[in-house]
């Protein structure tokens, strides 16, 4: 992707481009341990109209640099080896099941007189390995997520029914892939809360609590409104990634206007007393439509013997949505779906009105929003909690932040420091701009601060953000 710099003078014409995907692929060394037979041990690659030479030279390369750096520490292998030109990140999903991705560096093209070639600059230390090594993660949690782990499919079909798996997942989850729109964030993974009165909590659990007492197959529940998370009946690290697939594929790909009352034209149906907009996000469009499907997207949890397979029901009203799942042994038919519809249609419809009005008077006994004079984010690592004010929209195709991409950068180097040591930390950083950086780290929790004080000295930043800390998060930090 190409981008204009925004200080580039008219005269020079400056081009800047942003990091992007050069490879990715999957392999296991031991598919192949002759010579002669090294493409058995390439389960995917990307893109796949390399010549299979190049393929079997580039994972060849990245099997001797994790062989080569383990006679250094067994234990701890290769996670990323630094070029200029590129970065390459390597991560062992699961026993000799090795994912690699290599990323081509930032540059900036600068032109040059006399009709010379333009000179290129990589800025390689713009790319940053704890941000790029949690993609690779993430990209592997995503795979999990809906297929289950790669000795499963071994275990169930050989490597005839693992290499499709990998090829109809990765194909498309890899279009999703904007490198450029990666940054602390990512690294967090975390859940962003929705804050809710006790009251309006325990209607929701009682919601929760009728519909699998009323629904019995129903094995998990996970509540969200506008995006963020109220309630999971799931562990921690599985609501982790489906939360990120909710807010960042399945809820953008059907995003509406918000309703407003009842002369929407979507579905005003009423059921008794109710007004019913409740609607299936996963599995049949449309209830009445004789040539609806119900078939549902099936996702694979933790459990203490492995994991589980499960029909994953995604349900929507308004702006609340439910997510049910059901064991994938169960065949859902158009009764249950009809059933689930009439019992969780009217009841969700009406919570999402009684939240919508909790919230905005909320909002309106705060007072009206001004714009702060510093933007935050904070993560905890003990709930996943995650906060944002410096981003205005995150999906996976588009990162929208209000500060510099050079602000950002900072806050990444500030968590790679704090990843370095076990103690509570507070780094304080002037940036080239009119901006000063905070960064708190205290028992398992992570502040960053972006301050906009041109005037401001060290003492004075200090005491600004333990009033940030006294009123927006007091009883959190213990740092003095």
């Known amino acids: 992707m190409l981008i204009v710099s925004p200080r580039m003078a008219a005269v020079t014409q400056e081009k800047q481009y942003t990091p992007s995907l050069l490879s990715f692929f999957v392999y296991n060394p031991s598919f192949g341990p ?8 390439i389960l995917f690659y ?23 750096t383990r006679t250094f ?47 290129i600059e990589y800025q390689e230390e713009e790319v940053l390995d704890t941000v790029y090594g949690a993609v690779l993660r993430q990209c592997y949690s995503m795979y999990k997520l809906f297929n289950g782990t790669f000795v499963r499919a071994m275990e169930a079909g050989g ?15 890899l279009q999703t892939l904007h490198l450029q729109s990666c940054d602390l964030l990512d690294v967090f993974g975390g859940i962003s809360f929705f804050p809710l009165d006790k009251m309006t909590y325990l209607k929701i659990q009682s919601f929760v609590n009728r519909v699998e007492e009323n629904l019995r197959l129903v094995k998990y529940t996970a509540f ?46 009423v059921s008794g007393n109710l007004l019913h907009y409740g609607r299936f996000l996963t599995g049949p469009a449309n209830l009445k439509d004789p040539e609806a499907k119900f078939r549902f997207p099936r996702i694979f949890v933790h459990t203490e013997d492995g994991s589980e397979e499960l029909h994953l029901i995604v349900y929507k009203a ?74 205005m929209r995150k999906t996976a195709s588009v990162s929208l932040t209000s500060v510099h991409p050079d602000l950002m950068k900072i806050l990444g180097d500030i968590n790679c420091d704090f990843a370095r040591v076990d103690e509570d930390e ?53 740092l003095d």
């Open 318 to 391: 308004m702006s609340a949505a439910v997510c049910f799942m059901i064991s994938a042994s169960v065949e859902l038919t158009r009764e249950f779906c009809e059933r689930l519809d009439a019992l969780v249609g009217p009841q969700l419809t009406l919570l999402a009105s009684d939240i919508c009005e909790q919230f905005t008077l909320n909002r309106r006994i705060s007072g009206p929003d001004k714009e702060p004079q510093f933007k935050f984010i904070y993560f905890n690592h003990m709930n996943l909690a995650e906060k944002s004010t410096i981003h």
């Open 34 to 41: 002759r010579e002669g037979e090294e493409e058995k041990k």
């Open 224 to 269: 969200l409104y506008n995006d963020q998370l109220i309630w999971s009946g799931l562990e921690q690290d599985d609501m982790r990634i489906l939360y990120k697939y909710l807010t960042t594929s399945l809820f953008p790909r059907h995003s509406e206007p918000e309703l407003t009352g009842r002369d929407s034209a979507l579905r005003p149906e």
């Open 159 to 173: 490597v005839e029914l693992l290499i499709p798996k990998l090829e109809k997942f990765f194909y498309r989850y």
């Open 426 to 478: 507070e780094v304080i950083v002037k940036a080239m701009t009119d901006y000063w950086v905070v960064g708190k780290k205290s028992d398992q929790r992570e502040l960053y601060v972006i301050l906009n004080q041109k005037n401001a000295n060290l003492i004075e930043v200090n005491e600004e953000v333990k009033r940030l800390c006294a009123t927006q998060f007091n009883n959190i930090f213990f």
């Open 73 to 119: 520490c067994p234990t701890k292998p290769a996670k990323s080896l630094h070029t200029q030109k590129n970065r390459q990140f390597f991560f062992e999903a699961e026993d000799s099941y090795w994912i690699v991705m290599i990323v081509k560096n930032p540059m900036v093209e600068k032109p040059n007189k006399d009709g010379k070639p333009p000179t």
């Open 46 to 68: 990307h893109p796949s109209e390399v010549e299979k030479n190049e393929k079997i030279r580039n994972v060849g390369l990245c099997e001797a640099i994790v062989q080569f």
